[in-house]
Nanobody, 128 residues
Framework: EVQLVESGGGLVQAGGSLRLSCAASGFTFDDYVIAWFRQVPGKEREGVSCMRSSDSMTYYADSVKGRFTISSDNAKNTVDLQMRRLKPEDTAVYYC?????????????????????WGQGTQVTVSS
């Protein structure tokens, strides 16, 4: 069973930085994706960034390109999201999620229904 545990959320002023960490365990497939989504009350959960295990390809939402960086730490089994130049509109609960990829299939980085493992979420609040 895949388990995901997020950490690192908090309160920061606009323009500041935060680093989120997702501790991941229980993968039995070689090709999987770990993603960060975020959600504010009343809105749909949206994809922020993801990384594929087989080739380390990374993907970003347009709203965070150039400000956020996703990376993996294999020694710690974590996938981290470094967030810089934070804006008030980045305020949300951030979730770590995981999905597997079947060989030879087309996949979509941020299609919500494809992700079947989720962390509990961590709050990020950016004050203006």
């Amino acid at each position: 069973e895949v388990q995901l545990v997020e950490s690192g959320g908090g309160l920061v002023q606009a323009g500041g930085s935060l680093r989120l960490s997702c501790a991941a365990s229980g993968f039995t497939f070689d090709d999987y994706v770990i993603a960060w989504f975020r959600q504010v009350p009343g809105k749909e959960r949206e994809g922020v960034s993801c990384m594929r295990s087989s080739d380390s390809m990374t993907y970003y939402a347009d709203s965070v390109k150039g400000r956020f960086t996703i990376s993996s730490d294999n020694a710690k089994n974590t996938v981290d999201l470094q967030m810089r130049r934070l804006k008030p509109e980045d305020t949300a609960v951030y979730y770590c999620a995981a999905r597997t990829i079947k060989w030879g299939t087309t996949w979509y980085p941020f299609r919500l229904r494809d992700y079947d493992s989720w962390g509990q979420g961590t709050q990020v609040t950016v004050s203006s």
